[in-house]
T-cell receptor
């Protein structure tokens, strides 16, 4: 089993839709979790950290489920500009994170 | 402020040649990472620097790959005797290495390497 797994998609949704992605991790000792966004042919950029209590930033909500070992990202009221690949990042308390392969989102008019 | 910069942005080379890729991290960032990303694939970790030392070189795919960092700043990734399978985007990232482990990484725009 891969250390971090994501459904590659693509998730194809209309503008205004709500979409959610999950990311599962295999190491129960994982300590910190993040979502990065990568636009086509661009570098990844931090979207948000994922806290144990869950966190929200505008239309984006991230949650952590330690018992089932997954994190989720919910996007409400999708915009065309949300089209990108969303990378899940998990860290075991070292300086080297593990990146998932990403989930592709396509928002269409 | 200035972000992470990488040069060249594109490199086309012939099989068997050596190439050198450069990364200028954000000033003050002690941690520096090299990754590569093939088309449609995830990020593959290559090497991590803390200051000038590389505590983890486990991701380097072969002994043709080497990297160094000088002055706790600029890093170069060298690929000797390039092969076609080395074609990929090579991404550099830097971060503040705090006491609690991983911190947010800031990525450079990458070097797109094509080996003919």
């Amino acid at each position: 089993r891969k250390e971090v797994e994501q459904d590659p998609g693509p998730f194809n949704v209309p503008e205004g839709a709500t979409v959610a992605f999950n990311c599962t991790y295999s190491n129960s000792a994982s300590q910190s979790f993040f979502w990065y966004r990568q636009d086509c042919r661009k570098e990844p950029k931090l979207l948000m950290s994922v806290y144990s209590s869950g966190n929200e930033d505008g239309r984006f909500t991230a949650q952590l489920n330690r018992a089932s070992q997954y994190i989720s990202l919910l996007i409400r009221d999708s915009k065309l500009s949300d089209s990108a690949t969303y990378l899940c990042v998990v860290n075991r308390g070292s300086y080297i994170p593990t990146f998932g392969r990403g989930t592709s989102l396509i928002v269409h008019p | 402020g200035a972000g992470v910069s990488q040069s060249p942005s594109n490199k086309v080379t012939e099989k068997g040649k050596d190439v050198e890729l450069r990364c200028d991290p954000i000033s003050g960032h002690t941690a520096l990472y090299w990754y590569r990303q093939s088309l449609g694939q995830g990020l593959e970790f290559l090497i991590y620097f803390q200051g000038n030392s590389a505590p983890d070189k486990s991701g380097l795919p072969s002994d043709r790959f080497s990297a160094e960092r000088t002055g706790g700043s600029v890093s170069t990734l060298t690929i000797q005797r390039t092969q076609q399978e080395d074609s990929a985007v090579y991404l550099c990232a830097s971060s503040l290495a705090g006491t609690k482990g991983y911190n947010e990484q800031f990525f450079g725009p990458g070097t797109r390497l094509t080996v003919l």
